[in-house]
């Protein structure tokens, strides 16, 4: 059975730099899956992992959005502050 990402869509960095997106899927059952979240990393072991690595990285899907912190990780950190 070979996987083969159909579509990609919401690509976005994580702090340690991979990518996280939603993608849909063939060759998993008969039929194209729904959106299913995946990390996109360089270290990628599957074929269609890091393919689609490159392909993000070369613009193949848009932009990627940069990292935002989550609202209540800024807040714990000032709270341990102050």
């Known amino acids: 059975m070979i996987i083969a990402i159909s579509a990609v869509k919401d690509p976005v960095y994580t702090v340690q730099g991979c990518i996280n997106c939603l993608v849909k899927l063939t ?6 899956t729904d959106w299913l979240p995946f990390t996109a ?7 269609h992992g890091k393919e689609l690595w490159q392909a993000l ?6 932009q ?8 209540d990780a800024v807040e714990k950190s000032q709270t341990t502050e102050n």
């Open 27 to 32: 060759g998993v059952d008969e039929e194209e």
């Open 41 to 47: 990393t360089p270290t990628d072991e599957a074929p």
């Open 64 to 71: 990627i959005a940069p990292y935002t912190q989550p609202e």
């Open 57 to 62: 990285n070369s613009g193949q899907y848009g």
